[in-house]
C-alpha cells in the first residue's frame, strides 16, 4: 500500500470528501500551516467503518516546505456508541495527548493523568470540534 502524502488535488477514493474536509479543518484551524495527510495502514471504506481509524497530519508552510515537528497524528476510534479523538503530536513523544469525546480532556503521554491545556492547546481542541462535526451529524448518527 502506498502512504505517499495526500494533498486536496490527488482524492481519488471512497473516503476522497472526508480526507479533503480534514485538510481543510486542519488549514482552517492550525494557521499558518497547509496540511496533507495519510492513512496509517488501511483505510478505511466508508466513515462508518472507521472504528480504528489513524491519520497522519503533515503540516507544510505556504511555500510546500515541510514543518516535522507541527504533524499530528489523529487515532478516531469508536467505543460503543461513542466516537472518540485522540490527538498527539508526532515528534514529541512526551507532549501531552488530546483525548476528545463529548468534551477534551488533556492526558499526560507516560501516565494518561489528567492535565492542564498546553498553551498550544486551544487551536488542537479547535480541529478536534471541527473533526467530530464532520463524522457526526446534528442527530448524532453517524456520517
Not at 489513524?54 to 516535522?68: N, S, T, W
Request: aromatic share 6%; proline share 7%; charged share 30%.
Amino acid at each position: 500500500m502506498d502512504l505517499s502524502s495526500v494533498s486536496l488535488d490527488e482524492f481519488e477514493g471512497p473516503m476522497d470528501p472526508f480526507l479533503a474536509d480534514l485538510a481543510k479543518a486542519a488549514d482552517l484551524c492550525l494557521k499558518p500551516y497547509r496540511h496533507a495527510l495519510r492513512f496509517s495502514g488501511d483505510p478505511p471504506t466508508t466513515i462508518g467503518d472507521c472504528s480504528d481509524c489513524v491519520v497522519l497530519i503533515e503540516a507544510r508552510d505556504g511555500d510546500g516546505v515541510r514543518f516535522p515537528d507541527r504533524d499530528l497524528e489523529l487515532e478516531i476510534y469508536r467505543s460503543g456508541d461513542d466516537l472518540n479523538l485522540m490527538l498527539s503530536l508526532v515528534s514529541d513523544e512526551q507532549a501531552p495527548l488530546l483525548w476528545h469525546g463529548s468534551h477534551p480532556v488533556w492526558m499526560q503521554a507516560a501516565s494518561g493523568e489528567r492535565c492542564d491545556r498546553p498553551a498550544e492547546g486551544a487551536p488542537l481542541e479547535a480541529l478536534c470540534r471541527r473533526i467530530r462535526a464532520l463524522l457526526v451529524d446534528v442527530g448524532g448518527s453517524e456520517r
